[in-house]
């Protein structure tokens, strides 16, 4: 490459890594998780994780991104030139980037789709074969229609890659920095507008209280994994996403406290979402309703709307919220391929970004039609959108993530570690001592361990 790509700002830098960070992950996967897995005691666990394993490995990320300014396989050969296959760890986490990109699209779609029908009003429209008032059996009709459906979704997707490909067409600074500069403070401003919403409606404090009172009997090895798990989830970590991101962090970013900063605002975009979410489903009556999948967000979101005054307006701010988290997230997994394409083979910007996005018409599309036409075919009993989430996020993520950390704990000079994180020395690193511990023996031990669990 001839001039070295670099973000225009330390907000913007900031702006763009959190917008990767806060994705579907903390709107919905997050509650989803915390209800499956008790409550508080979930939350509490997974502080711990984010503070002990998630800062320090998105460290580590960070200084293997900067330091070795290229994409995602091409740092290993920058640092450690005479190790030869190591690259083949970013080749690992591209992959896994790509198959979550293929299904996250997909997603991203139906958020699109539930903010138009939202505005339009249709989603609300009872239809006359929906008995009154059975609110779950109109919303389950809706999601027969809008994500089970043939065509709609296809062609949601299509404008959801469409637009990433706009964006990534524009370059880092001009594309992804700015876009994500607009839309960051939008997505807070809305969560925190929705927040005091949920936190004054009548029984907010139950729900409050099943969110932050823990039931430390409740601990299981369970609870440990899945929240270890959603933390690597939610951090975008082990993706190649960080170490692409940071490959144009400019010298000066100090990298420790740029990891802390993101953590904190991913982890309080979650607990948000939980004083969101919780407060809500109590006060509704809908505490036996499946949070878990898209349940939570196309049926009990919608029947919490429906039984709010202003249902529309909500209804929709919440869907432009969800399509917002999803966009940032989607364009930080596609510029990981892109970043690949540009500096591996060398090709232009326009031809990186043709490449990575077109295929993907094909492969969201079998994601999408494996959910509807296509779910009879399954793979280990699972749908291929299912089996890839699965496969990715449960096998890939963990496998990359230990991978990541051995090779910055063992492979890669320490000094390398603490040239990045002391910007060079300049920096006094306090806390090299101990990022670099955990990198070395406690981060890759828990993963294996999270690894394991998912066989338990
Ligand atoms: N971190 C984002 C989220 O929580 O939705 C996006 C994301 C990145 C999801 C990487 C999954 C992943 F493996």
Same mark, same amino acid.
């Given at each position: 490459?001839?001039?070295?790509?670099?973000?225009? &700002?330390?907000?913007?830098?900031?702006?763009?890594? @959190?917008?990767?960070?806060?994705?579907l992950?903390?709107?919905w996967?997050?509650?989803?998780?915390t209800?499956?897995?008790?409550?508080?005691? %979930?939350?509490?666990?997974?502080?711990?994780?984010?503070?002990?394993?998630?800062?320090?490995?998105?460290?580590?990320?960070?200084?293997?991104? +900067?330091?070795?300014?290229?994409?995602?396989?091409?740092?290993?050969?920058?640092?450690?030139?005479?190790?030869?296959?190591?690259?083949?760890?970013?080749?690992?986490?591209?992959?896994?980037?790509?198959?979550?990109? &293929?299904? /996250?699209?997909?997603?991203?779609?139906?958020t699109?789709?539930?903010?138009?029908?939202?505005?339009?009003?249709?989603?609300?429209?009872?239809?006359?074969?929906?008995?009154?008032?059975?609110?779950?059996?109109?919303?389950?009709? +809706?999601m027969t229609?809008?994500? +089970?459906?043939? /065509?709609?979704?296809?062609?949601?997707?299509?404008?959801?890659?469409?637009?990433?490909?706009?964006?990534?067409?524009?370059?880092?600074?001009?594309?992804?920095?700015?876009?994500?500069?607009?839309?960051?403070?939008?997505?807070?401003?809305?969560?925190?507008?929705?927040?005091?919403?949920?936190?004054?409606?009548?029984n907010?404090?139950?729900?409050?209280?099943?969110?932050?009172?823990?039931?430390?009997?409740?601990v299981?090895?369970?609870?440990? $994994?899945?929240?270890?798990?959603?933390?690597?989830?939610?951090?975008?970590?082990?993706?190649?996403?960080?170490?692409?991101?940071?490959?144009?962090?400019?010298?000066?970013?100090?990298?420790?406290?740029?990891? @802390? #900063?993101?953590s904190?605002?991913?982890?309080?975009?979650?607990?948000?979402?939980?004083?969101?979410?919780?407060?809500?489903?109590? #006060?509704?009556?809908?505490?036996?309703?499946?949070?878990?999948? &898209?349940?939570?967000?196309?049926?009990?979101?919608?029947?919490? %709307?429906?039984?709010?005054?202003?249902?529309?307006?909500?209804?929709?701010?919440?869907?432009?919220?969800?399509?917002?988290?999803?966009? #940032?997230?989607?364009? &930080?997994?596609?510029?990981?391929?892109?970043?690949?394409?540009?500096?591996?083979?060398g %090709? #232009?910007?326009?031809?990186?970004?043709?490449?990575? $996005?077109?295929?993907?018409?094909?492969?969201?599309?079998?994601?999408?039609?494996?959910?509807?036409?296509?779910?009879?075919?399954?793979?280990?009993?699972?749908?291929?959108?299912?089996?890839?989430?699965?496969?990715?996020?449960?096998?890939?993520?963990?496998?990359?993530?230990?991978?990541?950390?051995?090779?910055?704990?063992?492979?890669?000079?320490?000094?390398?570690?603490?040239?990045?994180?002391?910007?060079?020395?300049?920096?006094?690193?306090?806390?090299?001592?101990?990022?670099?511990f955990?990198?070395?023996?406690?981060?890759?031990?828990?993963?294996?361990?999270?690894?394991?669990?998912?066989?338990?």
């Amino acid at each position: 490459m001839s001039q070295k790509t670099t973000f225009g &700002s330390k907000i913007g830098l900031i702006a763009t890594t @959190v917008g990767s960070a806060v994705g579907l992950g903390n709107v919905w996967r997050f509650p989803a998780e915390t209800q499956a897995n008790g409550g508080a005691i %979930f939350l509490l666990i997974y502080i711990a994780c984010v503070f002990i394993l998630g800062i320090p490995v998105m460290t580590a990320e960070f200084s293997l991104g +900067r330091g070795g300014s290229s994409d995602a396989t091409g740092v290993f050969r920058k640092v450690t030139p005479n190790k030869k296959g190591w690259w083949l760890v970013g080749a690992l986490a591209i992959m896994a980037s790509y198959l979550i990109l &293929s299904f /996250y699209m997909v997603v991203s779609g139906w958020t699109l789709e539930y903010l138009i029908q939202s505005i339009s009003g249709n989603l609300y429209a009872t239809d006359s074969e929906i008995v009154a008032g059975n609110k779950e059996q109109l919303f389950n009709n +809706r999601m027969t229609e809008y994500i +089970r459906g043939t /065509y709609r979704p296809l062609i949601m997707t299509y404008i959801m890659l469409a637009a990433n490909a706009f964006v990534l067409l524009k370059g880092v600074q001009k594309g992804i920095e700015k876009i994500s500069n607009i839309m960051m403070p939008v997505l807070f401003i809305l969560l925190l507008m929705f927040c005091v919403v949920s936190l004054s409606l009548p029984n907010a404090s139950e729900g409050v209280s099943f969110f932050l009172k823990p039931d430390f009997s409740a601990v299981s090895a369970k609870t440990i $994994v899945n929240a270890l798990g959603q933390a690597f989830f939610s951090l975008s970590l082990a993706m190649g996403i960080l170490v692409t991101y940071a490959s144009y962090y400019p010298p000066k970013t100090k990298l420790t406290r740029t990891a @802390v #900063t993101v953590s904190v605002l991913d982890l309080g975009v979650a607990i948000l979402m939980g004083l969101i979410i919780f407060p809500a489903v109590m #006060t509704f009556g809908l505490t036996d309703h499946d949070l878990a999948g &898209s349940a939570l967000v196309f049926i009990t979101l919608p029947e919490i %709307f429906s039984q709010m005054s202003g249902t529309l307006f909500w209804s929709a701010l919440f869907f432009l919220l969800l399509s917002v988290a999803a966009f #940032t997230s989607t364009i &930080s997994l596609a510029e990981v391929s892109v970043a690949f394409m540009e500096q591996r083979f060398g %090709f #232009t910007r326009t031809r990186s970004v043709i490449t990575v $996005v077109a295929p993907l018409f094909i492969l969201s599309s079998v994601c999408s039609l494996s959910v509807g036409p296509w779910s009879e075919f399954t793979i280990y009993g699972m749908t291929i959108f299912d089996f890839l989430d699965t496969v990715a996020t449960n096998i890939m993520l963990p496998v990359g993530g230990i991978l990541l950390c051995v090779y910055m704990g063992w492979i890669a000079p320490r000094s390398f570690f603490r040239k990045e994180m002391t910007n060079n020395g300049k920096l006094k690193s306090h806390t090299f001592a101990i990022i670099a511990f955990i990198i070395k023996w406690i981060a890759p031990l828990l993963i294996a361990l999270v690894l394991a669990g998912q066989f338990l």
